[in-house]
């Protein structure tokens, strides 16, 4: 019981005192609802996959960041410059580590597609293939 006030506190209730707001949406809901933020000068757009992964498609002016490099906190940092961050990886491993790196500097909205690219082609949706 303690363990779960402790997640609430660190993944809700924080955030919010800081002015961070998050949304997660399946790529559907996301599509449905929110897909005009991908050409929003305000929204930056963050792949968390391998650059091969990246190379088999991605969604519109998606960024490639691999979640799992070294130096991922400063290419965030560099990247997480706008009012919005929309977070995107394979399925939702890299887009929880991405999103616990933002929680540590970022304070703006962040959107996280949690079925992640697997979902986005499994529905069909649109992708950018380089």
Known sequence: MKTIAILILAFVILPQLHGQEK???TSVEFYENYYHLLSDSNVVVIDGRTPAMFATGHILNAIQIDADVK???????????????????TTNRRTGDIIKCLDTFYRGKIIAIDDGM??????GLPIIVP
């Open 23 to 25: 949304l997660v949406v």
């Open 71 to 89: 130096n991922v906190e400063d290419l965030l940092k560099a990247a997480a410059v706008k009012p919005t961050v929309v977070v995107i990886c």
């Open 118 to 123: 697997r979902g986005w082609k499994a529905n």
